[in-house]
């Protein structure tokens, strides 16, 4: 009975024992959300690298009494390693789930309320934050399109005292978050160096006795960048002019004094702006130094290279796919897509040629954005150029970034003309949504005589704010006909407040699929809690309760007629 009530007792205790997150994952999303939550709750951080020797990793542990394994389900770097942390005499509680649902889950055990939001495909948001969270007691959360109704959902309940949005994200994580009513701040300069610089400085303005950072290019995870208690200041083999001027300034104003570069990848342009650095400063000098290895194993005095876990990396793949000049608009209509992991900021210069011979250029004077997975019409008005054979020289201008490019593309392509008007037509009616399953209807018509291209967009608007869930698909229905579409469990509704919540529903569309430029609308009948059923439970109970009366009342009978 002893021992019962000892394994009762320490089940009982073991969430009050963590103090030690091992990471058992060779998911990116896993590592960093382990390593936040730990960071959060000022617990110690046990990430078991790729390439990492079992028996070692065992050894380096030991026993630590209470801890929390954060295990992939599917791609664990140890199999059965938590029966052999209890054999260490460990406490261990292990939580087996991965990506966004993990985040989630780790964002509601942490209980912590500051938050950070980012998009999980710019892995270097993830080096950048790490310190800053820690400092704040912050968790960070991945949200893009695809689960912006999950994430709005967990803030909703959980009302937070702050969320930051930091970097380049998706609209409808921007609309869903800012319309919570909680208090919202947002960095993002569309560019991961400006982005980077401002949360170090607030960093070092809420730290002043700190003088340390890292450098480091973000592409990895390292052991010293997962402790969160120095910032990484992001570096390149091409270092900008303003993250060497952010470096000269705080140097010379003593909020920097020493820095270390992790690994040595990038070692000639840091020695390069070090160097620059230093014949600026009059009175003060900055030290740098370089991790670019670790000690071996048993004590051979060998230095091995440095364990690092990989993130990713966003890119942008531009191209153009087609080029029409349509005389019915007086203008070149271009269709460009990108099939990169990344918004696209795009800028292009053409030339118009006609018979070989240029007769004109257009081009864009502003930068414009291209989705991940979008295809996008651009149209460049232009006066008749006249009878004979066109063509255009494109070169295009691409990259993740707001204030610099780092891809371009020449494409020389002869241009078609054809005269088209859009005359496509589409209704919507007929929408309703149920709280209870999560789930929109929409009847969707094409009252044209051609094939319309659509894309469905759903907003809802309460007392916590406005959301908006735009669907990445594009549909399309033939000429005539009718369809219902239904979207579920990505609204997510909370059934109280269903009663004050107005919804509804946009399509744009247009007969070609890159070019979306009508608008159809329908307000959406939200349903409410069906009462009927509850009704049916509850006679259904009377029933019972009045069969179970009437037999009670039976057996006293019988045993009094006994006597």
């Not at 909703?156 to 409808?172: A, T």
């Not at 891809?407 to 007929?430: P, T």
């Not at 005539?480 to 579920?488: K, T, Y």
């Amino acid at each position: 009975m002893g021992v019962f009530n000892n394994l009762l007792l320490a089940c009982l205790l073991m969430p009050l024992l963590h103090a030690y997150v091992v990471i058992n994952s060779q998911d990116y999303m896993d590592v960093a959300s382990a390593i936040f939550y730990a960071n959060a709750n000022g617990d110690v951080n046990y990430l078991i690298f790729p390439g990492d020797d079992y028996a070692l990793s065992l050894m380096q542990i030991g026993n630590r009494g209470g801890i929390l394994l954060v295990e992939s389900p599917g791609k664990p770097v140890f199999a059965g390693f938590r029966s052999a942390l209890e054999a260490e005499g460990n406490l261990v509680e292990l939580i087996s789930s991965t990506g966004t649902q993990l985040n989630l889950e780790l964002a509601r055990k942490s209980g912590v309320r500051n938050f950070i939001i980012t998009d999980s495909v710019y892995g270097h948001n993830i080096v950048s934050l790490v310190a800053y969270a820690k400092s704040t007691h912050a968790y960070l959360i991945f949200a893009n399109k695809s689960n912006v109704g999950e994430v709005a959902s967990f803030l909703s309940s959980n009302r937070p005292d702050s969320v930051m949005l930091y970097g380049i994200l998706d609209e409808e994580v921007v609309n869903a978050v800012e319309g919570l009513g909680v208090g919202t701040e947002t960095i993002n300069n569309g560019d991961k160096y400006e982005d980077n610089m401002e949360i170090v400085d607030r960093y070092l303005s809420s730290n002043p006795e700190l003088k340390d950072v890292l450098l480091s290019d973000g592409n990895v995870l390292e052991v010293s960048i997962n402790t969160g208690d120095v910032p990484v200041v992001l570096v390149s083999t091409v270092i900008p002019d303003s993250t060497y001027n952010f470096m000269l300034e705080n140097a010379r104003d003593g909020r920097i004094s020493a820095a270390t570069l992790i690994g040595s990848t990038n070692l000639d342009p840091v020695y390069d702006m070090t160097k620059k650095v230093n014949t600026q400063l009059v009175d003060k000098r900055l030290r740098v130094l370089v991790k670019f290895g670790q000690g071996a194993t048993g004590g051979s005095g060998e230095v091995q290279p440095l364990s690092t876990f990989p993130l990713p990396s966003p890119f942008a793949a531009v191209s153009l796919d087609s080029a029409a000049y349509n005389p019915a608009s007086g203008a070149f209509e271009l269709v460009y897509s990108n099939k990169g992991n990344a918004q696209a900021f795009v800028k292009s210069s053409i030339q118009v040629l006609l018979n070989g011979q240029q007769v004109g250029t257009i081009g864009d004077d502003e930068r414009y954005t291209i989705r991940r997975g979008e295809s996008k019409g651009v149209r460049y008005p232009f006066e008749n150029p006249g009878e004979g054979q066109l063509s255009i020289n494109d070169t295009t201008y691409y990259g993740v970034s707001a204030l610099s490019f780092d891809k371009a593309f020449l494409k020389y392509m002869d241009v078609g003309r054809i005269s088209f008007v859009d005359q496509s037509s589409m209704a919507l009616s007929d929408a309703s949504y149920s709280p209870l399953e999560d789930k929109l209807a929409v009847k969707v018509r094409n009252n044209g005589t051609s094939e319309v291209f659509y894309r469905i967009s759903v907003s809802y608007i309460n007392d916590e704010g406005i959301t908006v869930y735009d669907e990445e698909q594009v549909r399309n229905i033939s000429a005539g006909r009718n369809e219902i579409v239904s979207l579920g469990g990505v609204l997510k509704l909370p059934m109280d407040k269903a009663d004050k919540t107005r919804m509804n529903v946009t399509a744009t569309y247009g007969a070609r699929e890159a070019f979306l430029e009508k608008r159809a609308h329908v307000d959406v009948n939200i349903e409410g809690f069906p009462w009927w059923i509850l009704l049916i439970l509850l006679m259904i109970l009377l029933a019972l309760a009045y069969w179970y009366y009437k037999r009670r009342k039976g057996q006293g009978a019988s045993a009094k007629s006994l006597q």
